[in-house]
């Protein structure tokens, strides 16, 4: 909770969730949000995962990642968050937004896909969608924003595989959401920035889907030479946070 919560003034809500074997504080630590959270005046929560068998923390997000054998209910859990936080504050619910690394972007679309009337924007570093999209059926748009590293070697950039199975591209899955949300299939180059501390230059190139809702807008931010675990620039923070704040609900 910022120090400036009034309880007379809806706030936005920011859900961070961490990658497979991290934890919501290691999250925190890499996102570095805990600040913006402070100065912008968002509610912000970084829960954990359950706890596999090799004692690793994960979410049980899409059919590409990442839990096959506990078949633990994590679209319910978060939900549970949101509904907790909201009863105990004043939480605006048009400005719910989740934002993910890996296994934690890969929850936030499974999150975007059952909960679309409570999620207004995700961002998505280096998750994905559902491979099989007929297991994602959004009941309202939710607007997409997924950033992605080209040399990724987990999650590779241009789809693959994990343990549990299949995940598309980072182009097929703003594809698959620009369909969802009902934009176009044409794309547009929103310019380019430095998200990368280790990147040369402008390494990140961002375009956006047109025609798209006023509350569903799809945006693909690829970072040329990108790695799993980018070290970021300070903007970076900043500039998600300043991403989701433009994508609430209507």
């Not at 706890?51 to 096959?68: I, S, V």
């Not at 993910?100 to 499974?110: A, D, K, L, Q, T």
């Not at 590293?149 to 299949?166: A, F, K, L, M, N």
Request: glycine share 8%; with cysteine.
């Amino acid at each position: 909770m910022p120090s400036g919560y009034s309880a007379a003034t809806a706030a936005p809500l920011v859900i961070l969730l961490h990658g497979y074997g991290a934890s919501g504080l290691i999250q925190e630590f890499y996102f570095n949000l805990q600040p913006q959270a402070e100065a912008r005046g968002f509610l912000y929560v970084h829960p954990d995962g359950t706890k596999n068998q090799l004692d690793r923390a994960f979410w049980n997000a899409t059919d590409g990642c990442c839990d096959n054998t506990q078949s633990v209910d994590d679209s319910a859990y978060i939900t549970f968050i949101i509904d907790r936080v909201s009863a105990a504050y004043n939480v605006d619910p048009a400005r719910v937004y989740l934002v993910g690394h890996s296994n934690g972007g890969f929850m936030s679309y499974r999150m975007a896909c059952d909960h679309a009337d409570q999620v207004a924007a995700i961002v998505s570093l280096a998750g994905a969608t559902f491979e099989d999209a007929s297991k994602c059926a959004p009941s309202e748009p939710v607007s997409v924003l997924q950033i992605h590293g080209t040399s990724d070697e987990t999650i590779r950039y241009e789809g693959g595989s994990t343990p549990v199975g299949s995940y598309p591209s980072a182009e097929s899955t703003v594809a698959e959401w620009s369909d969802y949300n009902g934009c176009t299939t044409t794309t547009e180059s929103l310019g380019t920035a430095d998200l990368g501390s280790l990147l040369e230059g402008d390494e990140t190139a961002k375009k956006a889907f047109t025609g798209c809702p006023v509350d569903g807008k799809v945006e693909l931010w690829t970072m040329a030479a990108g790695p799993h675990i980018p070290l970021f620039t300070e903007n970076f923070a900043v500039d998600i946070i300043d991403w989701l704040y433009a994508h609430p609900k209507v």
